[in-house]
């Protein structure tokens, strides 16, 4: 074997094992999710309960506050783990690409034209 066929493995081991990482992250955050969602719908429904409560006590008061300043925290933390800047790294440089590319194409065709 030559060193041009031993190249590939390497590539190919070292690749397979970027994908594995990156399922298990896709895993682990998809297990987070769920269970924020379910913690989401956990407080959702005690923040129901407590505004039906016809005695609203300095303890519910503060118990009320509490809940919600709980359920913004886990909301904020749902949506912003879903888009990471890596993520649109690849679409934002396809984008700059293309539209630069776009932009000569018109220059050239209206310096053709005109």
């Avoid at 074997?1 to 682990?28: G, H, I, W």
């Avoid at 407590?50 to 359920?71: A, C, D, F, M, Y």
């Amino acid at each position: 074997m030559t060193n041009l066929d031993e190249n590939p493995q390497p590539d190919f081991a070292q690749e397979l094992e970027e994908v594995e990482t990156s399922l298990r992250f896709l895993k682990d955050r998809y297990t987070q999710v769920q269970n924020d969602q379910q913690q989401q719908a956990q407080w959702q429904q005690e923040l129901k309960n407590l505004k039906q409560n016809r005695k609203q006590t300095p303890e519910i008061k503060n118990e009320l506050s509490r809940l919600q300043k709980q359920l913004e925290t886990l909301e904020i933390n749902l949506e912003s783990q879903l888009f990471s800047w890596s993520s649109l790294k690849r679409p934002f440089w396809q984008a700059i690409r293309f539209g630069g590319l776009g932009v000569i194409i018109g220059w050239l065709l209206k310096s053709w034209v005109g």
